[in-house]
Nanobody
């Protein structure tokens, strides 16, 4: 499984960004997709997950602002990030779980600053 994240960038507080994670390779059997982030000097933390059945889970810090969706036709998982705050600044990475193995894509930088 190969994962390619895209969509990061610089945005002002209150703005929005949409991240995408494109999967390729042996993607059949992936059970859960996730977005994580890591800010400088901090541990990586869960942002949101979505199961193959569509069940979602969000970190409290992003609940109501971020939306995770999956496009099965395009083999992508998207993270719509609204009302961004400076505290959302981090490197965002996507992952996929399949048969007990976790696959990671490279990160994409999100910077929220005026």
């Amino acid at each position: 499984v190969q994962l390619q994240a895209s969509g990061g960038g610089l945005v002002q507080p209150g703005g929005a960004l949409r991240l995408s994670c494109a999967a390729s390779g042996s993607i059949f059997g992936i059970s859960t997709w996730g977005w994580f982030r890591q800010a400088p000097g901090k541990q990586r933390e869960l942002v949101a997950t979505i199961t193959v059945g569509g069940r979602t889970n969000y970190a409290d810090s992003v609940l109501g602002r971020f939306i995770i969706t999956r496009d099965s036709a395009k083999n992508t998982v998207n993270l719509q990030m609204n009302t961004l705050k400076p505290g959302d600044t981090a490197v965002y990475s996507c992952n996929a779980q399949k048969a007990g193995v976790v696959y990671w894509g490279q990160g994409t930088q999100v910077t929220v600053s005026s």
